[in-house]
């Protein structure tokens, strides 16, 4: 069992940066590979961003490629999503997730946590 807590959302301007982290718990957290999704208003949940259990493999939605990184430290049980450039179709609710594999957690995901509100203004 893996409870995942998202936090570092706001409200910014466009432009701007933001760094989102998502603190996971239990011991195994090194053996998950973790992803980023988020939900804009009316919208379907959608993948941001994907990475494997080592780091060494990362994917990315093309609407963010060049200006989203995601990262993780397992010694601390958290992963990151460093989001710089950011415009208002950014917006929206953005949830961390984990999985067995990078391919599970950018499709089925096990775990979800409960979301952090990123607003970008213009």
């Known amino acids: 069992q893996v409870q995942l807590v998202e936090s570092g959302g706001g409200l910014v301007q466009a432009g701007d940066s933001l760094r989102l982290s998502c603190a996971a718990s239990g011991r195994t957290f090194s053996s998950y590979a973790m992803g980023w999704f988020r939900q804009a208003p009316g919208k379907e949940r959608e993948f941001v961003a994907a990475?494997?259990?080592?780091?060494?493999?990362?994917y990315y939605a093309d609407s963010v490629k060049g200006r989203f990184t995601i990262s993780r430290d397992n010694a601390k049980n958290t992963v990151f999503l460093q989001m710089n450039s950011l415009k208002p179709e950014d917006t929206a609710v953005y949830y961390c997730?984990?999985?067995?594999?990078?391919?599970?957690?950018?499709?089925?995901?096990?775990?979800w946590g409960q979301g952090t509100q990123v607003t970008v203004s213009s």
């Open positions: 997730a984990a999985a067995s594999s990078i391919g599970d957690v950018r499709s089925t995901p096990d775990y």
């Open positions: 990475i494997n259990w080592a780091g060494a493999v990362r």
